[in-house]
């Protein structure tokens, strides 16, 4: 997760920066991160509070509005 908030959050935050979909292999890396955190589980098999809290802290603040739409 902290290499996740150096790279991909704004400074001093664990707030995600927009998507920059013009660098797809920052964009590909930015989404392995959370998909390998989601696979960690403890001793009962459920996921971490603290890994939920960040996933879903992603999903409230995805963005894409600053990316040209692709057809």
Known sequence: MR???KY???????TPIDNDFGDFQQYF??????QALA???DGSG?????VKLFLIKLLKFND????????
């Open 8 to 14: 991909f959050c704004f400074p001093n935050s664990t």
């Open 29 to 34: 890396i930015k989404c392995t991160i959370p």
């Open 64 to 71: 894409n509005s600053n990316n040209d739409v692709c057809l």
């Open 39 to 41: 696979r960690i589980k």
């Open 3 to 5: 290499a996740f908030q």
């Open 46 to 50: 459920d996921t971490r509070n603290t």
